[in-house]
């Protein structure tokens, strides 16, 4: 897979993905992203340089995810060095591919662009309910940091991985 930055003219393929994502979720009972995509939100992460996509050899796109410097404060404190870290939203793997080991390929290459821009960490958060990707994550490699119970917010299951120090940025 290739992973590079998304454009504009990605826009249409990165809202596919999270359409996809939300069916598939809502036919396994899982409330996550029961929503339309915001295209706003999404367009913007764009225009920002935050979201990038992994193409396969026929240069479909079959993955996004968006990182950025966020440390959302309903979850990650001063104790946490929020600063230490990049933040990983929206990961979606077509489904398709899933099961193919594409997650953990664009995991990886985030952490090597987080290490390589000096990161410390990389982190995310995750809904409370769905406990199939809490198991995800542990099974590669991310430390559960804690469960935090927002009343107005389903996420909170916080994860995260160090992350190699590199002097190659991969983007």
């Given at each position: 897979m290739?992973?590079?930055s998304a454009?504009?003219d990605d826009?249409g393929a990165?809202?596919d993905?999270?359409?996809?994502?939300?069916?598939?979720?809502a036919g396994?009972?899982?409330?996550?992203?029961?929503?339309?995509?915001r295209?706003?939100?999404?367009?913007s992460?764009?225009?920002?340089g935050?979201?990038f996509?992994g193409?396969n050899?026929?240069?479909?796109?079959?993955?996004?995810v968006t990182?950025?410097?966020?440390?959302?404060?309903?979850?990650?404190?001063?104790?946490?060095d929020?600063d230490g870290a990049?933040?990983?939203?929206?990961?979606?793997?077509?489904?398709?591919?899933?099961?193919?080991?594409?997650?953990d390929?664009?995991?990886?290459w985030?952490e090597q662009f987080a290490g390589a821009l000096g990161?410390d960490y990389?982190?995310?958060?995750c809904?409370?309910?769905?406990t199939?990707?809490h198991?995800?994550y542990?099974?590669?490699g991310w430390?559960?940091?804690r469960?935090?119970?927002?009343?107005w917010?389903?996420s909170g299951?916080?994860?995260?991985?160090p992350?190699?120090?590199s002097s190659i940025?991969?983007a």
């Amino acid at each position: 897979m290739i992973v590079r930055s998304a454009g504009l003219d990605d826009l249409g393929a990165v809202l596919d993905l999270f359409r996809e994502a939300s069916r598939w979720l809502a036919g396994k009972g899982i409330d996550q992203w029961q929503w339309e995509p915001r295209v706003k939100q999404v367009r913007s992460d764009i225009e920002q340089g935050n979201v990038f996509v992994g193409k396969n050899d026929s240069g479909r796109i079959i993955a996004t995810v968006t990182v950025d410097t966020y440390a959302d404060p309903d979850f990650w404190g001063p104790d946490d060095d929020p600063d230490g870290a990049l933040y990983v939203h929206r990961m979606i793997v077509a489904r398709d591919h899933a099961g193919e080991g594409i997650g953990d390929e664009l995991t990886q290459w985030v952490e090597q662009f987080a290490g390589a821009l000096g990161y410390d960490y990389v982190r995310l958060d995750c809904y409370r309910s769905n406990t199939g990707l809490h198991r995800y994550y542990k099974a590669h490699g991310w430390s559960h940091v804690r469960t935090i119970d927002v009343p107005w917010r389903p996420s909170g299951a916080l994860f995260q991985r160090p992350t190699p120090r590199s002097s190659i940025c991969p983007a």
